[in-house]
């Protein structure tokens, strides 16, 4: 049975997946996007949360954190390494996210961490939609975008950081944040675009 889009290759790398992300620190990944944050406890979405390192680092933080993860090896191993943090784990994807759009619940924070380009053109015009569904009036979405070569057996689109910030504007989603970085594990050709976006009262026709 497929899993969702983007989660090709996953699985079967999981372990050594782990050990690549747990090797930087959520403030080196989201430097640029840190002064975004709640300074206060509020309640956080991390969709392709991973092995929750940076689900674990928002819940020291005093956050209430809700770490949507869809594959199952990487859930397992964040559960086991993160044991000791307050980390609630969802079966949970885009572009729907259906587990937690039916939920009724709202984040002050959603954070994609290198997710956004798993998904092709009609799953992004979806996932966005989805996105601002979950967000609290005010709310802010943290997204960083990876450029570059493909990985064997993975998933992923040249999708820009201009389209990005439209498709955005167009949900009602503000640009306050926009950085570009070389990337922290030194892989050739790879880059990635960081954007911080907030809720507006109104949202484009």
């Known amino acids: 049975m497929n899993g969702p889009a983007g989660t090709e290759g996953y699985a079967e790398a999981a372990e050594q997946l782990a050990a690549q992300y747990e090797e930087v620190t959520f403030a080196q990944v989201h430097r640029e996007l840190l002064p975004l944050v709640p300074g206060t406890p509020s309640a956080v979405l991390d969709i392709g949360a991973g092995t929750g390192r940076d689900a674990a680092a928002l819940a020291a933080l005093g956050h209430r954190v809700v770490a949507a993860e869809p594959t199952a090896e990487l859930r397992r191993i964040g559960r086991r390494i993160h044991a000791d943090s307050a980390i609630r784990w969802v079966d949970d994807a885009l572009p729907e996210i259906p587990v937690l759009g039916a939920s009724g619940e709202r984040f002050d924070l959603i954070l994609l961490t290198a997710v956004w380009m798993h998904l092709d053109d009609r799953e992004r015009r979806s996932a966005m ?69 907030e809720r507006s009262a109104t949202r484009l026709p």
Do not use: K, Y
């Open 129 to 197: 939609e989805a996105l601002t569904g979950l967000l609290a009036p005010a709310g802010r979405v943290l997204l960083s975008l990876r450029h570059g070569p493909v990985p064997p057996g993975r998933r992923m689109f040249d999708v820009s950081a201009d389209e990005t910030v439209a498709l955005g504007r167009r949900h009602g989603l503000n640009l306050l944040t926009r950085a570009a970085r070389a990337d922290l594990h030194g892989r050739s050709g790879v880059s990635w675009s960081l954007l911080g976006f």
